[in-house]
Structures are given as structure tokens and as C-alpha cells.
């Protein structure tokens, strides 16, 4: 178990009952150290909103990304998730970013978002969904480039607003979590469609934290009510 505070990270053997945590003495960013993301290897990432961003690997070293020249423009983040492929991606408030495994310098995709992506979702198919306030896009990935396959926003029947989560159920619907409520999106063909008490959804506010699918196909969307 992995918990993120301010200038710290802990790890917790609940089977041996031990535990150990990094600082910013180990080369922690400093900072609130949020949304966390297992690496491929056995690293795990973290986010500190204003600082920068930290790995800490599986022999137990810290490295982080803070500076301009590492690909860090402006420490504004929303989420990281470490692809299958061991790819480490970024949404902050320039877009989406990617970290080059040779030099470790985050970049952005030429083609890509270039506005703020307040979430992102990587799928099987080598393509990923990006959110921002005009909607959502889905994207091709092509090297080292991302290619727009479709938009949907307001023409499509979603509102603009802040978006905190996505994620796909097993039967390739898309759900969108954000500021004006749960949404539920068929793709082919295209149906965009609230989720509330019309479904059998109490009125909830949704907790800006990602979704999760479970092992049972089940998807958990936080909210502020639990």
C-alpha cells in the first residue's frame, strides 16, 4: 500500500507489517504527492501540483522531473498513468505529455492536445481519450505522434465543463465522470446520455479522483458521498 502526504511518501507491507518513507531529503519533489501510478518495472509515479514529479524504483530510488529542461514547463497536473508498453504520461495544463525513454525529458505529441487535459484514458488499441472543458477527443497513437479520430462535446449532447475521469466497461461504453454529473457514452452509434435519478442514480457530486474497474468488470466512480 502506497500513501502520498506533503514532502513524503510511505509504503506499507500489510502482509509483514512494515513500512518505509521517502522525503524530500531522498529527492522527493516537494510537495502534496497525489495520484499515484504503478509502474512496469515496479516503480511507482507521483505528481506534487506546483513542484514537480517523482519515481521512486523498485530497489528503492527517488528520481524527479522539476525543471523546464526536463520537460516540467509549468507544474500544473492532473493525472500520470504508466501505459503497458512502460510509457509514463502526463496531463497537465499544456496538454498531454510523454516521457522519452532515452534522453527522460517529458514532451508533448506533435498533433496532440495543447490546452489543458483535465483527465486522460489509455487503451488496449494503442489509442487514448483526453477531457477538457470543450469536450472529449479520441486519439490514434502513431509513434510519436497522436492522430484525432473523433470529438465529442456540446454539439454532441456534452455540456462543457470540468471532467475528473473516464473509463470503459466491458461493453465498450464510455463513462465520463465531471463538474455536471456521470455521463454515459455509446460510440457506435454515437448516444450521449446522463446518468441520474431518471436511471436510478441518486443526485451526487463526483469526487475529482479517477475510476475504477474492478476484476469483475464493475466500475467505481468516487463521489463526494463516498
Given at each position: 500500500l502506497w500513501l502520498g502526504g506533503t514532502n513524503s511518501?510511505?509504503?506499507?507491507?500489510?502482509?509483514?507489517g512494515k513500512e518505509r518513507s521517502w522525503t524530500t531529503a531522498d529527492g522527493l519533489a516537494p510537495?502534496?504527492?497525489?495520484t499515484p501510478a504503478a509502474g512496469k518495472n515496479g516503480d511507482v509515479w507521483f505528481v506534487a501540483n506546483g513542484r514537480g514529479v517523482s519515481r521512486i524504483d523498485a530497489k528503492g530510488r527517488?528520481?524527479?522531473?522539476?525543471?523546464?529542461?526536463?520537460?516540467?514547463?509549468?507544474?500544473?497536473?492532473?493525472?500520470i498513468e504508466v501505459a503497458p508498453d512502460g510509457a509514463v504520461w502526463l496531463a497537465d495544463a499544456l496538454g498531454l505529455r510523454?516521457?522519452?525513454a532515452s534522453s527522460e525529458v517529458f514532451?508533448?505529441?506533435?498533433?496532440?492536445?495543447?490546452?489543458?487535459?483535465?483527465?486522460?484514458?489509455?487503451?488496449?488499441?494503442?489509442?487514448?481519450?483526453?477531457?477538457?472543458?470543450?469536450?472529449?477527443?479520441?486519439?490514434?497513437?502513431?509513434?510519436?505522434?497522436?492522430?484525432?479520430?473523433?470529438?465529442?462535446?456540446?454539439?454532441?449532447?456534452?455540456?462543457a465543463a470540468e471532467y475528473f475521469s473516464m473509463q470503459v466497461d466491458?461493453?465498450?461504453?464510455?463513462?465520463?465522470?465531471?463538474?455536471?454529473?456521470?455521463?454515459?457514452?455509446a460510440l457506435d452509434p454515437l448516444k450521449v446520455e446522463?446518468?441520474?435519478?431518471?436511471?436510478?442514480?441518486?443526485?451526487?457530486?463526483?469526487?475529482?479522483?479517477?475510476?475504477?474497474?474492478?476484476?469483475?468488470?464493475?466500475?467505481?466512480v468516487p463521489a463526494t458521498e463516498g
Open positions: 511518501i510511505t509504503r506499507m507491507d500489510l502482509a509483514q510537495g502534496l504527492m497525489e527517488v528520481r524527479s522531473w522539476q525543471t523546464a529542461e526536463q520537460g516540467i514547463a509549468v507544474a500544473d497536473f492532473e493525472q510523454i516521457l522519452d514532451h508533448s505529441l506533435p498533433d496532440g492536445p495543447q490546452a489543458r487535459v483535465s483527465t486522460f484514458l489509455l487503451l488496449p488499441d494503442q489509442s487514448v481519450w483526453t477531457a477538457g472543458v470543450d469536450g472529449l477527443a479520441h486519439w490514434a497513437i502513431e509513434k510519436n505522434r497522436l492522430r484525432r479520430l473523433q470529438t465529442i462535446g456540446a454539439a454532441e449532447g456534452l455540456p466491458q461493453n465498450g461504453l464510455l463513462w465520463v465522470a465531471g463538474a455536471r454529473g456521470l455521463w454515459r457514452i446522463l446518468v441520474d435519478s431518471r436511471l436510478g442514480l441518486p443526485r451526487l457530486q463526483y469526487a475529482t479522483r479517477p475510476m475504477m474497474r474492478l476484476i469483475d468488470e464493475r466500475i467505481v
